[in-house]
């Protein structure tokens, strides 16, 4: 009996000690793992104090309080809201007195002045109504930016700008008019071997790039989104660079952004030419 109590199985022996000790110590520091270090740090967010993680480690909702550290100001693309109200502001446009009021904007943006190389500028005769407002809408708000434009923008008001636009898009002019249409055509499928036209009409299902004409016509439509059949080259290639690069940013849901940021140097330029050379009179001259 001596023999034994004096064993491994003696109750004066230690390992049973060290065994509750062990069990206690990784207790303890499980506990201050799982609820005060690791449910402090949320992804994308504030970290939380430290009643507040204990609490979210156990399930219970505590309101968050004001971020301690300073935030970037939330930042739209653009103040226009489609509303029916902006729908009857354009058609209420007055294109006679819009002209009056683009008395200085015709000196870039006809046809004969937005050629000039040393200039990339678009021409306006001819666009939709309900683009041109967006844009100078969003020049006024300084959501896009370029040049002169956003002063001029400022001067006008909300009616300058819808007679404005009245005005370019009752002149006719390189821009083919786009009727929203679909005309089945020839050409267009995913094996086109034109890049451009490939991109145009069918995009690439592969990396998420839906057709350009589906917004930008031929035959596609998007309220706010400028016909590009029969604009310039170089000025269609900057604006997709732009948006490419972030350095424009006035595009909703930042749709044009992620197209943009897919395309390479060379199929930007596949498309700003395939756009350039739909001109109302080559287009009539293949018919």
Known sequence: MMARSQGAFSTDHPWSRIGWMSFVVIVVISSVLGFVVLSRYQQ???????????????????????????????????????????????????????????????????????????YVIPTLDGMEADAIYKQLVDYRSGKRSWGVMNAIARALTVEDLADVAAHFAARPGRLQANSGERIPQGGRAFRQADVGARLVFAGDPQRGIPPCSSCHGPGGYKLGAPTLSGQYTAYIERQVAAFAQGIRQNDIYEQMRAIARQLSPEEMQAVAAFYGAQTREQIAAKN
């Open 44 to 118: 994308n967010d504030e970290t939380l104090d430290l009643w507040s993680a204990i609490c979210r480690s156990l399930g219970i909702p505590v309101a968050g309080g004001p971020a301690t550290s300073p935030r970037p100001p939330l930042r739209t693309p653009t103040e226009l809201a489609w509303s029916q109200a902006t729908i009857t502001r354009i058609r209420a446009g007055n294109a006679e007195r819009g002209g009056f009021v683009a008395l200085n904007c015709v000196a870039c943006h006809e046809a004969g002045a937005a050629a000039n190389p040393a």
